[in-house]
């Protein structure tokens, strides 16, 4: 494709890829072997699905990486519609966790049923009509959880301190503070890893365990994948990639942390500290 300068036009027109294709039938075998391994059938299928996803994550971002920094195709018109498309992803993300809350909200509101409903007996019979359901020993919300609490929102600060010496291209600064980031990302992994293992109830037992570990599972899950996105903006500040008025990058990056930090003040309010009372 002709240079930036000798298109008529600030839009980029993606050249043909055989990504699209190969993420689909990726996802296909990845689907279909996770349940095969669900059954104990096989576990190669899902290996082979999972390392081909893997493949092609590597490969469409590597193209998109080369398409910002050697080919000049992510002008100012085409950055912005990529924060748009940022604005929407996180959006539909949020929409994840609003069905979590309103399940975890409707069963400990309601742990004997709503009265005149079709439920009012057969929720009572696994929450035993109290919430926390009786015999399910919750977390204590001051311990791990509130320690965790803090590492997310200094992790935030950390990762606002980066954001900040790279505008102000002092990439010596940022660098520090990505590695900061990093580590505390790792560190409320490990934690969360630490309190799942103390943890006397599981996700099979009752409304508590499964609502418990979807909401923070998927939100640990979260993390574990802004950790590496993270992660991937550290190599490329490394490499040079990033300048004061070309990150975005390391943007979509940022606030997709920063929606990690917000959904665990909302979960470390409602699930630990007043569910948990």
Do not use: K
Request: hydrophobic share 50%; net charge negative; charged share 10%.
């Amino acid at each position: 494709m002709a240079d930036t300068e000798a298109r008529p036009h600030q839009y980029h027109i993606v050249d043909p890829s055989p990504w699209p294709v190969v993420g689909a039938l990726s996802a296909l075998v990845l689907a279909g072997g996770a349940i095969m391994l669900m059954h104990g059938i096989n576990n190669w299928v899902f290996i082979v699905g999972l390392g081909l996803l893997l493949f092609t994550m590597f490969g469409w971002w590597r193209d998109v990486i080369r398409e910002a920094e050697h080919e000049g195709h992510h002008t100012p018109i085409v950055q912005l519609s990529m924060r748009y498309g940022m604005a929407l992803f996180i959006a539909s993300e949020v929409m994840f966790f609003a069905a979590f809350f309103w399940a975890y909200f409707d069963i400990s509101l309601f742990p004997g049923g709503v009265p005149g409903s079709e439920e009012l007996i057969g929720r009572a019979e696994y929450t035993g009509g109290v919430w926390p359901p009786a015999g399910v020993e919750v977390f204590n919300a001051w311990e791990i959880p509130f320690l965790n609490t803090l590492i997310l929102l200094t992790s935030g600060a950390t990762v606002t301190w980066a954001h900040r010496e790279i505008r102000a291209d002092n990439r010596g600064a940022a660098v520090l503070a990505m590695w900061l980031t990093l580590a505390l990302g790792a560190t409320f992994t490990a934690l969360q890893a630490y309190e799942y293992v103390r943890a006397t109830f599981t996700m099979d037992g009752g409304g508590y365990g499964s609502i418990f570990y979807m909401a923070t599972g998927f939100h640990g899950f979260h993390v574990i994948v802004g950790t590496l996105f993270l992660g991937v903006c550290q190599i490329r500040l490394l490499r040079g990639h990033f300048t004061p008025d070309h990150h975005f990058g390391f943007e979509a990056a940022a606030w997709y942390w920063h929606f990690v930090d917000v959904v665990w003040l909302f979960l470390f309010s409602a699930v630990y500290w007043w569910g948990g009372n």
